[in-house]
């Protein structure tokens, strides 16, 4: 009636190799993703931990302002062309420019 070769699966790839290519999978998005972003949180913290009094900062909300005091988790900012002061939490910094550094 019916050839029974027909319906049999054809034989698959074998455990092991799927494991390795796990594996590799694993290495590629270590090396592509969470290595570079860990790196990139690093810098940002040691940004962060070298702000003074006196550092020109941007926020991430965009506001850019003088450091004039520095807390524990926040800092003080003077915001121009008010003088407005505001607390901002050290969370916020997105990036800083120092008057030292040559303009580009």
């Given at each position: 009636?019916?050839?029974?070769?027909?319906?049999?699966?054809?034989?698959?790839?074998?455990?092991?190799?799927?494991?390795?290519?796990?594996?590799?999978?694993?290495?590629?998005?270590?090396?592509?993703?969470?290595?570079?972003q860990a790196s990139r949180?690093?810098?940002?913290?040691?940004m962060v931990n070298e702000?003074?009094?006196?550092?020109?900062?941007?926020?991430?909300?965009?506001?850019?302002?003088?450091?004039?005091?520095?807390?524990?988790?926040?800092?003080?900012?003077?915001?121009?062309?008010?003088?407005?002061?505001?607390?901002?939490?050290?969370?916020?910094?997105?990036?800083?420019?120092?008057?030292?550094?040559?303009?580009?």
């Amino acid at each position: 009636m019916f050839n029974l070769y027909l319906f049999q699966a054809a034989p698959g790839p074998s455990l092991g190799s799927f494991f390795v290519m796990m594996a590799l999978l694993i290495g590629v998005m270590y090396f592509v993703l969470f290595r570079p972003q860990a790196s990139r949180q690093k810098r940002w913290q040691a940004m962060v931990n070298e702000l003074k009094a006196g550092d020109k900062i941007t926020t991430s909300g965009g506001i850019r302002g003088t450091i004039i005091a520095v807390k524990d988790d926040v800092f003080h900012l003077r915001v121009a062309p008010d003088n407005l002061r505001l607390e901002i939490a050290k969370s916020a910094v997105s990036s800083v420019s120092r008057e030292d550094e040559p303009k580009k």
